[in-house]
């Protein structure tokens, strides 16, 4: 079940003053496709400048529990955290940005590999994860008539998180190549 943008505003509102769901599901998203299978709330809390109440630690768990299962199921449900349809699009717009950002500085701070490691996709991805992290800062040219091209955005962003996740971390129930007849895998 998707977490409510709405209620976790609420929640971190009152917990962590000044930021977003989106920026919050973002850096864990982040830190979980660089591999991190648990982020570790200290460090989560260190790279929010913020200390992390019991409430916000068991918040974390959660987001990041059914995130790893969405953005390792072949059922591609993954959605970033984001504000719902009801909300301006500049809003909207703006929560995208900050999701992005906070992706990048995530996978950064849990990414330990060399970066030549990488594949030109995953490269290309986090890119374009740091240019969309940009578009905030246009969010007064930003209209109704955009909406379109918002949706295309937020799905690009979607499928490339799984993209990342799939690459760096592998897919839930996949049958590691064992050199045994791969005809009837077994899937647990």
């Not at 500049?90 to 990488?118: D, K, M």
């Not at 969010?139 to 008539?145: A, K, L, Y």
Request: proline residues 5%; negative net charge.
């Amino acid at each position: 079940m998707q977490a409510d943008y709405d209620l976790t505003a609420q929640l971190l509102a009152d917990s962590l003053p000044g930021i977003t769901p989106a920026e919050f599901h973002g850096l864990l998203t982040g830190q979980l496709c660089s591999g991190v299978i648990q982020p570790d709330p200290d460090d989560v809390s260190d790279l929010l400048d913020h200390e992390l109440l019991p409430v916000v630690r068991k918040l974390l768990e959660r987001l990041a529990k059914e995130a790893n299962g969405q953005l390792g199921s072949v059922e591609y449900s993954f959605q970033p955290l984001l504000p719902c349809d009801d909300a301006s699009i500049r809003e909207r717009v703006s929560a995208l940005a900050q999701w992005c950002e906070s992706f990048t500085t995530g996978f950064a701070a849990g990414y330990i590999r060399p970066e030549s490691n990488l594949s030109k996709e995953a490269r290309e991805i986090l890119s374009d994860f740091g240019d969309l992290a940009c578009i905030g800062d246009a969010q007064d040219q930003v209209d109704e008539q955009d909406e379109e091209d918002f949706m295309e955005l937020v799905e690009y962003v979607r499928m490339a998180a799984i993209t990342l996740y799939q690459q760096l971390v592998g897919i839930c129930g996949e049958v590691p190549d064992s050199g045994t007849d791969q005809e009837n895998p077994v899937f647990h």
